[in-house]
Every structure is written in C-alpha cells, then in structure tokens.
C-alpha cells in the first residue's frame, strides 16, 4: 500500500472554477509535507511546504491545508486557470535522523481545466 | 534563478547499450537524486548522494549505478539498457536540513528499443 494516496485521479473542471485535491497518507512521524505542480513533460515545481506543526500555507491561489491527527492534507485551487492544467504531486518527507530529505511521492491528481 | 539541468530532454537508446544521464545544478547544494517516473506511480527513488564521491542506494537501484566527482554533478549510468528502463528520469538537488526546498530538473524521457 502506498503510503501517500492522492484523490481523485484525475479532475475537470471549467476555468474560473475552485478546486480541492485531498492526500491522505500513513507517513509517521513526519517531518514536512509539500504539494508539487508538474506540467506535462516537465519535472516538479515546488508550489508549498508546511511542517508538521503548520495548518496552512498558501501561495498565491493555492492554499494548502493540514490536519496531522487525520493525516490529511488537501491542495485548494481558487479561480482556476487554463495554465493550472498539471499534475499536483503531494510528498511526504519522514523524520528521519539524516539531515537529508527523503522524499515519498503521491501518484499525482490529473487536473484539466476547460475554457 | 536556481537551475537543476538534465543533459538531454528525450533519448532513445538499444537494448544493452550503456547509456550516461548527466544532472548539474548552480546551487551548491549537498545533496542529489535521481527518480524515475512512471505513468500511475509516484516519482521512485533510486540513487542519492549527499556528498562527493558519496552515494546511497535508494528504492529501486537494481540496474542502476551513479557518480558524483563533483559537487554540481550527478551522473545516472544504465550499465545495460533494458525496456523495462524506460521511463522519464528527474534530477533533484536539495540543500542540507529536512525542511529546504527540492528542486527538480526538466527530465529525461528515455525509451529502450
């Protein structure tokens, strides 16, 4: 079972339009979590980062949400645009004793967004 | 404007071939990693290094070996190309802390005839 599980799969939803992708995960303890946006054929853009003790954070229309009891977390997009169409990866980083980051990967959410 | 560079952004490549990925970041950062991306899965972890000529063994190293000479450089090497390597390849480069920002090169898509 993965441990970061991202829904749904995939999304379409009309520009101007708001949006809630949801993560769940099992990652504990953990350290930080982060939300991603890919476009297609690209690597990751880094959209947030929230530690474990952070509710939300937002960047600019996205706004991403916390809850560490539930161990879930969800990305709010508000107006949707057309250059918004991308995948949205949510990643766990553990606490681990290195000082590096490792790096656990939802599969994705597939968001389009129509004219 | 930071940069993680990966050498090629579509390669194409025969069964058995070695076949060298390159990855360069402007940074100065420790620590660099290389995952594989496939369709339905999230990014997979096969190598990293957080040092120099240091090197670990992430998820899924089989098939798979690395070089680190330089501090901004990170080789991904297929010692024997197989199909079931292609894939799209992402570089990363992270500083040193558990809470810094990871940064993702463009990516490699590699297919194996």
């Known amino acids: 079972k993965n441990q970061v599980e991202q829904s749904p799969q995939s999304l379409i939803i009309l520009e101007g339009k708001n949006c809630t992708l949801q993560?769940?995960?099992?990652?504990?303890?953990?350290?930080?979590l982060r939300w991603y946006k890919q476009d297609t054929g690209r690597g990751p853009v880094s959209l947030t980062i929230m530690t474990f003790s952070e509710n939300t954070k937002s960047n600019g229309r996205y706004t991403a949400t916390l809850d560490a009891d539930t161990k879930q977390s969800s990305l709010h997009i508000t107006a949707s645009q057309l250059s918004d169409s991308a995948s949205y990866i949510c990643?766990?980083?553990?606490?681990?004793?290195?000082?590096?980051?490792?790096?656990?990967f939802g599969a994705g959410t597939r968001l389009a967004v129509h004219p | 404007d930071v940069k993680v560079t990966q050498s090629s952004r579509y390669l194409v490549k025969r069964t058995g071939e070695k076949v060298f990925l390159e990855c360069v970041q402007d940074?100065?950062?420790?620590?660099m990693f290389w995952y594989r991306q496939d369709p339905g899965l999230g990014l997979r972890l096969i190598y990293f290094s957080y040092d120099v000529k240091m090197k670990e063994k992430g998820d899924i190293p089989e098939g798979y070996s690395v070089s680190r000479e330089k501090k901004e450089r990170f080789s991904l090497i297929l010692e024997s190309a197989s199909t079931n390597q292609t894939s799209m390849y992402l570089c990363?480069?992270?500083?040193?802390?558990?809470?810094?920002?990871?940064?993702f090169g463009q990516g490699t898509r590699l297919t194996v005839v």
């Open positions: 940074m100065d950062h420790e620590n």
């Open positions: 990643v766990v980083s553990p606490m681990t004793s290195g000082g590096y980051n490792k790096l656990i």
């Open positions: 993560c769940n995960y099992t990652v504990s303890p953990f350290s930080n």
């Open positions: 990363a480069s992270t500083q040193g802390g558990r809470n810094t920002e990871a940064f």
